[in-house]
């Protein structure tokens, strides 16, 4: 069985795809926040292993990690947590656009470079879970969009810089998805919220399993998911 590390995992896609590598017997690594959310998450997924870490300070995640055991490889490092702040570009602080960019693009880069040689031994995946908005950018989704878009850049170099060493890079794009973030998301938006008329976590987690199972001959480089209904 494999090793992997999620970011995420508390919640919405994270959560699904990390029971679901649970009930395989894969092994767990999962980034917290801080000691209260990594004791939540050990009391979650029973045997998992767990990081601190706080994506939105991507400056901080050398020492943090360096002060903590880490695994020997990965098989999958997955970055699955995310931030949206919608505004118009007329009106969305700098803040905004900092956080975002911290834990949507920065933080991802970061960990990325400090846990690559992991994932070099296993000649692993690094899957970056996007959004629609990494492809298109829309009024008052500047900020986010702008991050989406980053990860996206971040993601083909990486492939392209790593294909040498057996390193499959892969993307995915969910559409609107029925998680937390996406019930803020339509709060900000100012419309109601209704779970089933979007994308199940389940299926993009299925989509991630797709791709990090996918025979070494390939590599799923890119993959849409949108709302079937």
């Given at each position: 069985m494999g090793t992997h590390l999620i970011t995420g995992a508390g919640s919405g896609i994270g959560a699904a795809l990390a029971r679901r590598l649970a009930e395989r017997g894969e092994e767990l690594w999962l980034l917290?926040?801080?000691?209260?959310?990594?004791?939540?998450?050990?009391?979650?997924?029973?045997?998992?292993r767990t990081l601190v870490g706080d994506l939105a300070n991507p400056e901080k995640l050398d020492w943090a990690f360096g002060k903590q055991a880490l695994p020997e490889?990965?098989?999958?490092?997955?970055?699955?947590?995310?931030?949206?702040?919608?505004?118009?570009?007329g009106d969305l602080p700098a803040r905004a656009w900092q956080r975002q960019l911290a834990v949507?693009?920065?933080?991802?880069?970061e960990i990325t470079r400090l846990l690559l040689p992991l994932v070099r031994v296993a000649r692993g995946d690094v899957v970056f879970v996007n959004s629609g908005a990494g492809l298109n950018a829309n009024a008052n989704w500047g900020g986010y969009a702008a991050s989406k878009h980053g990860l996206k850049a971040l993601a083909?170099?990486?492939r392209a810089e790593e294909h040498g060493n057996g390193v499959r890079v892969t993307s995915v794009y969910p559409g609107r998805t029925a998680t937390p973030m996406q019930e803020s998301t339509h709060q900000q938006e100012?419309?109601?919220?209704?779970?089933?008329q979007w994308i199940d976590p389940e299926?993009?987690?299925?989509?991630?399993?797709?791709?990090?199972?996918?025979?070494?001959d390939a590599e799923m480089k890119d993959v849409v998911v949108r709302p079937g209904r």
């Open positions: 917290a926040r801080d000691v209260g959310r990594a004791k939540e998450l050990a009391e979650r997924f029973p045997g998992a490889r990965l098989d999958s490092l997955q970055h699955i947590a995310g931030v949206i702040e919608l505004g118009a570009v949507n693009l920065v933080a991802p880069a083909d170099a990486l100012g419309k109601d919220y209704d779970a089933s299926s993009v987690a299925t989509a991630i399993l797709a791709a990090i199972d996918l025979p070494r």
